[in-house]
């Protein structure tokens, strides 16, 4: 059609669409056409009234849809602006002969029909077939099960294709199957021609061992045609459809010689690698530091999913706060390469040394095909004592107390034997201070407790292991003793302790520790000068 007749027929559609807003305009970009090439249908609307968008069912009978765009503009005419939609839809015909666009339908306007006709592809042309292949390979025939297998497809084309390629999805039936990453495209010269290629690979981990079929896969894409056409005319697309070879894989069982009490993992590499923060070997420990230890175990051939959680860090007089583990993939040019971080605050409550175990993980070696172990060694911490939390009560008070017990007690023996009014006296004696503490300097020990109960309702770690130390300080045993002897208290500090050296002190609440500080019973016994023993009186009496 010339270009006077192309303005002429467009020229008779807007007066059509002038004289009847509601109309739905179907047009065609041909209507003689090849086999395997597709065309445009636009449709066309200026009911602003409609909101929907055409019924299409009705050309599912000879054509496959293969694209719908819409296109919203406005024009003005004779000073008045009027709004339009039009529908743009690619359509590849399934059969060759006399076919016809059917009436299509967009609320109560209906569109005309269109007739076209579909000729046999010419032989004459040149295959596109020819010009567009796939190619699937695997990067080994032979694996173990649960181990990785790439398939690897390639595609290329020596003609240009438009962007409405799709590949098949890859579904297998007892495997587990990953893409590795987005397809990649560059070029390749073959016999000469200059061909583009896309990449697409998979990673496979076959779940059941025996033979695994890997289906063929259909690509399909529109195919630019280069022949002559028109001056004039919209270049056109032929339809090309290529399928890849299937594939066979032989999966192998777990080997005998593997243990069995340990998890399976095959593997082509598998490292295990730590980082500590402080380094413990490059300055000094002390009780309640904190050490913060990561673990990274990285396996190539492997799912992060498909790695086992690490053995724990055991060890005694070491409390242990773990993190959760933290799993990410890679890709690399033989697959994924899986990796599992671990990180772990470790905290001493002795001092001396503290030996830490060696950690050992047991893998299959797929490359060379043999038993593997992979470890880190043991490691001895050397721990030193922390003055901050020595609360030794000095030798004098010991002394001064020890010098104003017993004549106390033997006043009270004298006035419970001498009347009868003595006794009276002795009973109220013993809700009083049994012992006066001899003078000190700082915050006196009720004036400690109230800032140690203020830190505790504030749930701050940090503010209550200030004034819990304080505290201590003043108190006849020391923190750790009297952790030893009364088991709340013993939980209650792991808890703050805990809340101090990870990430979750945010969360951490005092009550319990509070509780543990005000139930705490006295010691049972202490020992005098000289070597004689008598009941220890209550550190705040009520």
């Given at each position: ?21 509601t ?10 056409l ?15 009234t ?54 299509l ?23 596109i ?141 598998l ?150 009014a003595?006794f ?43 004034a ?43 009550d ?28 705040y009496?009520?």
């Open positions: 059609m010339s270009r006077l007749g192309v303005f002429l027929l467009g020229l008779l559609w807007s007066l059509a669409a002038l004289a009847d807003p109309t739905l305009q179907a047009s065609v970009d041909r209507t003689r090849q086999a395997g090439e597709t065309l445009e249908l636009t449709l066309e609307s200026q009911d602003v409609q909101f929907g968008k055409p019924d299409l069912r009705a050309l599912e009978t000879d054509f496959e849809v293969r694209g719908t765009r819409q296109l919203n503009s406005l024009h003005s005419l004779d000073g008045e602006t009027r709004a339009s939609t039009r529908w743009i839809v690619t359509l590849l015909p399934r059969r060759s002969g006399s076919l016809q666009i059917p009436e339908q967009l609320g109560q306007a209906r569109s005309q029909p269109i007739e076209l006709q579909v000729q046999q592809a010419d032989s004459q042309r040149p295959d077939a020819s010009q567009v292949f796939i190619e699937a390979s695997l990067d080994s025939n032979e694996v173990y099960v649960q181990a990785q297998a790439v398939l690897t497809l390639r595609i290329y084309h020596s003609v240009a294709l438009y962007d409405d390629s799709s590949l098949s999805p890859l579904q297998l039936e007892n495997a587990k199957v990953d893409p590795l990453g987005e397809s990649r495209t560059y070029e390749k010269e073959i016999n000469g021609v200059r061909h583009g290629v896309i990449e697409t690979r998979y990673a496979i981990y076959p779940q059941q061992s025996g033979s695994l079929e890997i289906p063929p896969l259909n690509f399909t894409a529109t195919a630019a045609d280069n022949g002559e056409q028109p001056a004039g005319t919209p270049r056109v697309g032929r339809q090309v459809q290529v399928r890849s070879q299937p594939l066979r894989l032989t999966v192998k069982p777990i080997p005998a010689s593997y243990p069995s009490d340990r998890p399976w993992l095959p593997a082509r590499s490292t295990l690698e730590e980082h500590w923060n402080p380094d413990p070997a490059s300055q000094p420990t002390q009780i309640g530091d904190s050490l913060t230890r990561n673990i990274t175990l990285r396996a190539e051939g492997l799912s992060s999913t498909q790695l086992p959680p690490l053995p724990a860090t055991e060890a005694l007089g070491l409390r242990r706060y773990p993190d959760q583990p933290l799993l990410r993939n890679e890709i690399g040019e033989r697959g994924m390469i899986a990796n599992r971080e671990e990180r772990e605050a470790l905290v001493p409550t002795h001092s001396g040394e503290l030996a830490l175990p060696a950690l050992e993980v047991t893998w299959w070696n797929t490359r060379e095909d043999h038993l593997e172990q992979s470890s880190l060694p043991a490691r001895t911490l050397n721990v030193a004592d922390n003055p901050a939390l020595s609360a030794d009560t000095p030798a004098s008070d010991s002394s001064a107390s020890a010098a104003l017990l017993w004549p106390w007690q033997l006043a009270t023996l004298l006035l419970a034997l001498t009347t009868l003595g009276a006296l002795w009973w109220r004696a013993r809700s009083q201070p049994a012992v006066l503490r001899a003078a000190q300097s700082g915050p006196s020990p009720r004036t400690l407790l109230d800032d140690l109960k203020r830190a505790c309702q504030a749930n701050d770690p940090q503010a209550t292991r200030q819990l130390d304080a505290w201590a300080r003043q108190q006849p045993e020391t923190l750790a003793e009297m952790a030893a002897r009364f088991v709340p208290l013993s939980d209650a500090l792991d808890g703050l302790n805990g809340a101090l050296y990870s990430e979750s002190g945010q969360y951490w609440h005092g319990e520790l509070w509780r543990a500080i005000g139930a705490i019973p006295p010691a049972e016994q202490v020992l005098a000068p000289a070597g004689e023993t008598g009941n220890l009186p209550p550190l009496p009520k």
